[in-house]
DNA sequence: CAGAAATTTTAATCTAGATTAAAATAATTC
DNA sequence: GAATTATTTTAATCTAGATTAAAATTTCTG
């Protein structure tokens, strides 16, 4: 249908820029890219840019919006796949990490919150918040069934989560890399949480 | 003495410079933050920073240096501390937090090389190279030494290096944190590499 | 293919913020 | 305390880059 193919259309090439944004956000930061530098990717002029956002700090806004989405979607399936604490602290570091070095990344990292306007800045504050609060839980309930050490979930929480947002610091899409760093990342990011290590 | 004097004083003020800087820049980005932004923190004109450096690319460059070394400060220590291969890679981690959260810090997070001048990118790179490298010299010390548990000591390394990174974004100067910090993120860090776990 | 809708570009404008020079103030020295 | 040196401010300038409106082009629909 018409409705459905240009909706479609539009949504896939907003998708291309907000992808191409976290490109170019993840190397140089917000403030650091010109819309040029993200249109540039993209084969087109940096005004063709507001056709599908409304300026530039919507575009942030966005791709923090899409990292956000992506992440929980990421824990929802970890959770919904079950197990011990452990193993869905593990699975979910596996999705999240499939994700931002798989076709649908790159994912922005939220490293630029401050720069968002108020409402977006306290949307995606809040989301951020609920996303931390929902890891720390599979820890919390992973010491409750005796698979993980008993540990201080948030501290834990947030060096999990650091070595995550960091990665695209490091990773620059090479396939090798990609595929070890799903394999090993989860692994690595859960080796001290495991109990019976006495 | 009179030059030394003045040069101590000068070189203590550029210090408060570069850490109202690294403040500024940890929060929102290198171009980010204005130079306002900055001096406000001093209660200085913009203009004044002038007096101190160069230009504003000089500012994260030397904020950039300084974190640099500091971190391998922090890596000496550890190093001379001496030790098992696990012992000096949880020193390590332990005076690097210290030096972030401590009276020297805040350190700036190097997550905007790619905004710095070509010379200053390159050596920035450099020393940030060698400074990984010698963390995985220390856990591939540890692998030999058995005190560590084999394992790819890049992906470790990034993991571990990406937890330390993150802090600033969710650390903001509360003394009780800073007091947990130092104690847990040394242990949390390194408790997966720990052999002996069978 | 003609006309309508969607997409992109061209060509301005407008502004924040970096930078600088000269003047003003503060600190030191003798 | 006068002269010298160090530090800071005031008041401009200058530019990159965000934004916009109108025109041009491409794509779609019948």
Known sequence: MATNAKESRFE?????????AATCFNQKGY????????????????AALYYYVKNKEELVYLCYLRAAELG??????????????LQRARLYIRYHVEIMVGDQGPLAIMSEIPSLRRV???????????????????LRAGIVDRSIEECDVRMTGNAIMGAI??????YHGNA????????????ILTAGLKRNNE
Chains 1, 2 share one sequence.
Do not use: C, Y
């Open 12 to 20: 896939l090439q907003r998708d291309r820029v907000l992808r191409a």
């Open 31 to 46: 403030s650091g890219t010109s819309l040029k530098d993200v249109s540039r990717h993209l084969n087109l002029t940096d």
């Open 72 to 85: 929980r979607e990421a824990m929802n399936r970890a959770v919904a796949d079950g197990g011990s604490g």
């Open 120 to 138: 977006h800045r306290q949307q995606i504050l809040e989301v951020s918040r609920q996303h931390s609060a929902a890891f720390e839980e599979i």
């Open 165 to 170: 947002n960091w990665i695209p610091k490091w």
């Open 176 to 187: 090798r890399m990609a595929k070890q760093l799903m394999e090993e990342f989860p692994v």
